[in-house]
């Protein structure tokens, strides 16, 4: 008579550690991925949940220092000329050749977001890309 409770404590048990699991996985961040390069991101878009906090995994492949700078959404720019600090909305600042980093962001706000490289000379050279959020 004890064993069919003892079976049945077991059975409850698991069935709990495993729905533990399934709630672990509804909360993992997104993670997404750029490399940087002499001029350009590759990929050069990406896309992520709005509200929710990601990780940027960021690799400098070039041989001179790049970053990863998203402009606030509807500022975007045209050219060099157009840019100040307080249009960023949030970066990864220059990480020196052959070197790699990650960082965890949020954004509130969907749309299609502007990605620069913001070292000088780097976004007319062709260093740009999209970050959409939904």
């Known amino acids: ?33 750029a490399t940087a390069s002499e001029f350009e991101f590759e990929p050069d878009s990406w896309t992520v949940p709005v509200g929710e906090e990601f990780t940027i995994d960021f690799t400098n492949d070039g041989s001179i220092e790049h970053e990863w700078a998203v402009i606030v959404l509807g500022e975007d720019l045209d050219s060099e000329a157009d840019f100040a600090e307080d249009k960023v909305l949030f970066e990864v600042e220059a990480i020196p050749a052959g070197e ?19 070292i000088e000379s780097h976004f007319d050279g062709g260093m740009e890309g999209s970050l959409t959020v939904e």
């Open 1 to 33: 008579m004890r064993q069919p409770l003892v079976l049945a404590g077991i059975a409850v048990s698991m069935l709990a550690l495993l729905s533990c699991g399934d709630d672990d996985d509804a909360e993992a961040s997104t993670s997404i991925e």
């Open 100 to 118: 790699s980093t990650s960082q965890q962001f949020t954004v509130d706000a969907a749309g299609t977001y502007q990605v620069i490289c913001a």
